[in-house]
T-cell receptor, first 115, second 110 residues
Framework: KAGVTQTPRYLIKTRGQQVTLSCSPI?????VSWYQQTPGQGLQFLFE???????NKGNFPGRFSGRQFSNSRSEMNVSTLELGDSALYLC??????????????FGEGSRLTVL | SQQGEEDPQALSIQEGENATMNCSYK?????LQWYRQNSGRGLVHLIL?????REKHSGRLRVTLDTSKKSSSLLITASRAADTASYFC??????????FGTGTQLKVEL
């Protein structure tokens, strides 16, 4: 069974640009979550999608958005990039109930550098 | 924001020794999970303990949970060099999301 796939793995952008990151969950998993990891703030929850609907949202500005498609694949978008957006962005998938009842399966992450 | 602190921040031991790391959290929880992360890579789930459980084992891992003290500990017995990684506790308490601790960096030397 293939794991969670995130693309691209590495990318470099400049301030003011926007970026789209993609996540393909494990087959059969319908819940997809996104987390940001930085040295200063650690691991922080961005949002969670289930059946194409955002089910939970973390405390991030509106520049951070996401969506989920009918095949459960998810994308997240960051607009008007700032230097502080440099981070490892992790996607996780899980069965229907997600973290409340079971483990999350994480991808290898997309490392974003903003110059 | 992060749920709480992990202690110690860094731990260096010899292969074969046991490693213990502690996690404290702030609010009521549904469950507490432990994850491992190898240098800048994805997180790997290790073990989940529910709020009504006090202890759980999985292979060389032993997790305890004390909800009255809002704390948990992870014990790795007979450590190996391959256990070198960062370890994070994470809680769920409402909403389908994980709130992570600050992590413990474990180094197991040969």
């Amino acid at each position: 069974k293939a794991g969670v796939t995130q693309t691209p793995r590495y990318l470099i952008k400049t301030r003011g640009q926007q970026v789209t990151l993609s996540c393909s969950p494990i087959s059969g998993h319908r819940s997809v979550s996104w987390y940001q990891q930085t040295p200063g703030q650690g691991l922080q929850f961005l949002f969670e999608y289930f059946s194409e609907t955002q089910r939970n949202k973390g405390n991030f500005p509106g520049r951070f958005s996401g969506r989920q498609f009918s095949n459960s694949r998810s994308e997240m978008n960051v607009s008007t990039l700032e230097l502080g957006d440099s981070a490892l962005y992790l996607c996780a998938s899980s069965l229907e109930q997600g973290a409340n009842t079971g483990e999350l399966f994480f991808g290898e992450g997309s490392r974003l550098t903003v110059l | 924001s992060q749920q709480g602190e992990e202690d110690p921040q860094a731990l260096s031991i010899q292969e074969g020794e046991n490693a213990t790391m502690n996690c404290s959290y702030k609010t009521s929880i549904n469950n507490l999970q432990w994850y491992r992360q190898n240098s800048g890579r994805g997180l790997v789930h290790l073990i989940l303990i529910r709020s009504n459980e006090r202890e759980k084992h999985s292979g060389r891992l032993r997790v305890t949970l004390d909800t009255s003290k809002k704390s948990s500990s992870l014990l790795i017995t007979a450590s190996r060099a391959a256990d070198t990684a960062s370890y994070f506790c994470a809680t769920t308490g409402g909403g389908n999301k994980l709130t992570f601790g600050t992590g413990t960096q474990l180094k197991v030397e040969l």
